[in-house]
């Protein structure tokens, strides 16, 4: 079982690496076309950073890491909703501004799951089903329309990736009998 798990592991991380990244450069470049150029520059700067401090602190310092990153995914959870609500960041004009806040966000959480797949899984779960609320399910009409909203423009984009990097990384942890906990983490008994 433990080569499962780590295979689940290692599989989900590297996508969502691949889904954070290729989102990034993506969005990117079409900033670059359309927005002047030391904001994009900015803000290519600070997600990378972010997201590369992040995810130094989960693999070298994972227990402080798993606080840190429950805050982080509340904090972003919270801003999708408002954002959804009040169009916070002006996607019109500025891009999917919300968006490339949960791909940065998906980095750390991808590289928590290598030692903590469990934690990492729940806040993915959670990241995937507010941004799934956010997309328009709850706004929308009918059957085809509901489907379009969730899997089409650039915020349901990353519905389905980031649910399924969820489900991977909690059967990962299950595998492993691993126990929850945010605060305290003690070894887990060699199986």
């Given at each position: 079982?433990?080569?499962?798990?780590?295979?689940?592991?290692?599989?989900t991380g590297a996508l969502l690496?691949?889904?954070?990244?290729?989102?990034?450069?993506?969005?990117?470049?079409?900033?670059?076309?359309?927005?002047?150029?030391?904001?994009?520059?900015?803000?290519?700067?600070?997600?990378?950073?972010?997201?590369?401090?992040?995810?130094?602190?989960?693999?070298?310092?994972?227990?402080?890491?798993?606080?840190?990153?429950?805050?982080?995914?509340?904090?972003?959870?919270?801003?999708?909703?408002?954002?959804?609500?009040?169009?916070?960041?002006?996607?019109?004009?500025?891009?999917?501004?919300?968006?490339?806040?949960?791909?940065?966000?998906?980095?750390?959480?991808?590289?928590?799951?290598?030692?903590?797949?469990?934690?990492?899984?729940?806040?993915?779960?959670?990241?995937?089903?507010?941004?799934?609320?956010?997309?328009?399910?709850?706004?929308?009409?009918?059957?085809?329309?509901?489907?379009?909203?969730?899997?089409?423009?650039?915020?349901?984009?990353?519905?389905?990736?980031?649910?399924?990097?969820?489900?991977?990384?909690?059967?990962a942890g299950r595998l492993d009998?691993?126990?929850?906990?945010?605060?305290?983490h003690t070894a887990q008994p060699?199986?």
């Amino acid at each position: 079982m433990r080569t499962t798990s780590r295979v689940l592991r290692v599989l989900t991380g590297a996508l969502l690496i691949l889904l954070a990244l290729g989102g990034g450069l993506f969005a990117a470049g079409y900033a670059v076309s359309d927005l002047p150029l030391v904001p994009v520059i900015l803000g290519v700067a600070a997600w990378v950073l972010t997201a590369g401090g992040l995810g130094w602190l989960a693999l070298r310092r994972t227990d402080a890491a798993i606080p840190t990153l429950l805050g982080l995914s509340v904090a972003v959870a919270a801003l999708a909703v408002l954002d959804a609500r009040f169009d916070l960041f002006a996607r019109d004009t500025t891009g999917p501004v919300m968006t490339l806040v949960i791909l940065g966000a998906l980095v750390p959480l991808a590289l928590l799951g290598l030692r903590r797949a469990t934690e990492a899984g729940l806040l993915l779960l959670v990241l995937g089903v507010i941004q799934l609320l956010g997309s328009g399910l709850l706004h929308s009409r009918g059957g085809g329309i509901m489907w379009q909203a969730v899997l089409g423009g650039s915020s349901g984009i990353v519905v389905l990736p980031v649910l399924v990097g969820a489900v991977l990384l909690l059967s990962a942890g299950r595998l492993d009998h691993e126990h929850v906990s945010f605060w305290h983490h003690t070894a887990q008994p060699a199986h």
